[in-house]
């Protein structure tokens, strides 16, 4: 079993370490470093949209070719070049999202009241097709709990985590559902997949150390959302097992409107699927 936790920072222990004299005398460096990130963020993004752009105008030439053809080993090889592209065009917008996290100011992005439920139906809808595809079944328990979040990347966050689930496994169930516990809403993921090795948790965990590519892409899921945990304050644990598969849980802090309510309705979404 492999666990490893992120909670947010508490900048009182940073202050038992003692005077913060090698920051002080190095913040112009820093200040440096950030204004070069957040330049190569800006240039990631405008790489990103512009290939979006691209990848948009050949998957219409490849759908127009897919009705003119006739024979089905044709019809495979255009269906194959469609996948790819669709596959290019998610990590290169995980790129986008990972250079825009890592420019991004601790506390730059504005907290609100966040309604769980058409997040989580927007990751349903958005991996079901993928899942069906490979014999997975999604099942999804609706809430109607709202956290102190923000909404984008907290869209963000679970798409990577239920992304990451369907993809690497290929066959069994992925659940996603969370759970109170004062003043916390707990939102797990797991799944019944092969596992993550304890070398790639903690290599997703490390600032410094990249991730390794696979089969599957860049392998930038599981980093997008522990920058995303980290900017937002929110706590990220990853607990996994070979074979027997993962569990991925956010702990958020409820929005007060929840908090003093009686527990928030739930329904179940998902059903078995066939190869």
Excluded at 130 to 136: D, L, S, V
Excluded at 245 to 265: F, H, K, Q, S, Y
Aim: with cysteine; net charge negative; hydrophobic share 40%.
């Amino acid at each position: 079993m492999t666990s490893t936790v992120v909670t947010p920072h508490n900048s009182s222990e940073s202050d038992s370490l003692g005077p913060a004299t090698n920051w002080q005398t190095s913040s112009d460096e820093v200040g440096q470093l950030r204004a070069k990130c957040e330049h190569l963020s800006l240039a990631v993004a405008a790489m990103s949209h512009e290939l979006r752009q691209g990848f948009h105008i050949l998957l219409g030439c490849l759908s127009r070719c897919g009705t003119a053809v006739q024979s089905r080993s044709e019809q495979a090889r255009i269906q194959d070049a469609e996948d790819l592209v669709h596959h290019l065009t998610r990590e290169f917008d995980s790129l986008a999202t990972l250079a825009a996290l890592s420019s991004a100011h601790p506390g730059a992005p504005q907290l609100d009241a966040v309604a769980v439920r058409p997040i989580l139906l927007a990751t349903y809808e958005r991996w079901q097709p993928e899942a069906h595809k490979k014999g997975i079944r999604i099942r999804v328990t609706l809430t109607d709990a709202n956290v102190l979040s923000n909404a984008h990347w907290l869209d963000i966050m679970l798409s990577n985590i239920v992304g990451n689930a369907v993809r690497h496994s290929n066959s069994g169930d992925v659940s996603v559902g969370g759970d109170i516990e004062a003043p916390d809403f707990i939102l797990a993921v797991r799944d019944s997949g092969p596992g993550i090795d304890e070398a790639e948790i903690r290599r997703a965990f490390d600032a410094v150390s990249p991730p390794r590519p696979s089969s599957h892409g860049l392998g930038l899921g599981l980093s997008i959302v522990r920058r995303a945990a980290e900017l937002l304050g929110h706590g990220l644990s990853v607990r996994s097992t070979p074979l027997r598969g993962t569990a991925v849980c956010l702990r958020i802090p409820m929005a007060e409107a929840t908090c003093n309510r009686d527990p928030p309705c739930q329904t179940s979404i998902g059903k078995r699927t066939g190869a």
